[in-house]
């Protein structure tokens, strides 16, 4: 299977100049682990929630939508998602000034389709379960063009740029600690890593109700969990798999998962909004959530976590904040 | 009276590099005015609440002290504040491993003195209206540098550097949004737009109930209002006046000054916790609660909100999200 390339990444993140935010690295030097083990180790931000569209998603889909063929691009582009995908494909789309579709299942939270529509996408809402059938027959009939929300070299690409601006910002970085789920993110940044500074650790972070991935690379290949185990996780973000292209990209440039529990997904939270000032959903807490309570799995040394997505909802906020 | 200068702001922005972060600017293209006179209009936030202490305050203070006297600054640093001026002289002065004795009063929260303290600063709680007396003392008694917390060129020229990256970011700005309290950040930042965006404005912002600069600059002289007026903001680090150095500043380069109320700063907290994944302190909220809701006082284009702070009190913050 060909891998994603750092030149990959790189001339993504040509395509992404002046798209998206060149996120800063923010020191936390507050954040004190709750093991001794926290010695020598200190923890650097990447807050990808700072993005137009609120998460790392703009990066991949832009960078696929870019990487069209022009006349392909003008007929317009559909995805299947309920989440931050969603939004980055609608914003995308509207950059370039074509057409966009998106199918969400009809439980899909009010403020995520609204948030959607805001970006001028059509959506259009069906039972759940239904929406990849309805988005591959929508596809066809219209002549749209299918962004995938991680299994596609464009978007592992593309996210990857998380990993290139880290390695830029902080060249001694030791470990990069990043949330996996259908694991775009976590290939990419894990392919730019490894390339630039290949002495630091590449580490990702499951919700242990989600932990597929923990298992399948322990197990030396993919398994399935039952969909309805992945749905007991807080993190909205994390409950997909990856697929056999982004598996096989965790497979060769991964050092270790490790898992936290849906308590430490919430202190998390409440630690960035604290001590960084920064509203994190319960998916792009995770990285965070591994450095303070997990410690005694990392390895030592300058830890950067990055903070996927910031999409919480106000009531689910208010709550863990309390 | 001798003005801070552009070379002034530039050198500040040497000794700053790799000490502050560089903060983004963020735009928020769903930011949309509650008035028709929005057309035309668009918003970036320039976060400063990023910075380690969560205010754009180390940025002066670190100036400041990075400017002493080797000799001089090695015996050590005190200030008088409760607030986000505190916290940026301790991290200072931890940074040049020199001593810092912060002077609070004694009703000072509980959490800004923990926090001062976590940075290795030696608090002294004293009656309130005593604070600024007792420093003095012990500046004389211990040979301490006192860091003024606006009324200093250093301290200008620290702020400045705000401005100086608004500048490089984004040239073609038209209007710059900035809050107005003791005129420190004001001061610097328009003595940065003024030299660098010559055709952009600089709009100060202040609480309809702290509103002494707005007064003042109509009348032409620096007017005095009671501090128990001023006291009754949320925005607890808007209750400062200028000095007449910062007063003299904001006259000759801002080009005018709106007022905005307790709810619009209650609003744009909100908004800038749902639409930027932002947490901001009520002071911090101002310039964008200007944008938001001040539309029709202010000039039309490109317009940047400085984001100054978010050390918001727990409780407050959930109050105000619900």
Chains 1, 2 share one sequence.
Not at 45 to 53: A, N, R
Not at 205 to 234: F, N, S
Not at 308 to 313: A, E, F, L, R
Request: one cysteine or more; charged letters at 20%.
């Amino acid at each position: 299977m060909e891998l994603v390339t750092i030149e990959e990444v790189r001339a993504a993140a040509e395509r992404l100049n002046g798209v998206t935010v060149r996120t800063p690295l923010l020191p936390v030097p507050s954040a004190s682990r709750n093991q001794e083990s926290s010695e020598g180790s200190s923890l650097w931000l990447k807050p990808e929630s700072l993005q137009v569209v609120g998460a790392f998603k703009l990066r991949g889909a832009f960078n696929a939508i870019a990487m069209l063929d022009r006349n392909r691009r003008s007929r317009g582009v559909i995805a299947f998602s309920s989440g931050n995908h969603a939004q980055a494909v609608a914003y995308s789309a509207r950059h370039f000034g074509i057409p966009a579709v998106i199918v969400m299942p009809d439980n899909a939270p009010r403020i995520k389709v609204d948030s959607t529509r805001s970006h001028g996408a059509e959506v259009i809402q069906v039972p759940i379960g239904d929406h990849a059938d309805v988005a591959v027959a929508l596809a066809e009939e219209r002549g749209l063009t299918m962004i995938p929300p991680y299994d596609d070299a464009a978007v592992i690409a593309g996210q990857g740029t998380v990993g290139l601006e880290i390695a830029a910002d902080l060249p001694e970085v030791d470990v990069v600690l990043v949330p996996i789920s259908g694991g775009g993110l976590a290939a990419g940044v894990a392919v730019a890593i490894k390339a630039l500074c290949p002495s630091a650790q590449v580490i990702g972070v499951e919700p242990e109700l989600a932990a597929d991935t923990a298992e399948g690379l322990r197990l030396g290949h993919q398994v399935d969990w039952p969909v309805d185990d992945r749905a007991r996780t807080i993190a909205d973000g994390l409950r997909a798999q990856p697929s056999e292209l982004t598996f096989a990209h965790l497979r060769k440039f991964l050092d270790g998962v490790v898992t936290v529990s849906e308590d430490e997904i919430r202190s998390a939270i409440q630690v960035l909004a604290r001590q960084a000032r920064l509203i994190a959903e319960p998916s792009g807490a995770v990285a965070t959530a591994a450095y303070l309570f997990r410690g005694h799995d990392l390895p030592v040394g300058k830890t950067v976590a990055i903070l996927s997505g910031g999409n919480i909802d106000a009531d689910l906020l208010r709550t863990i904040l309390t």
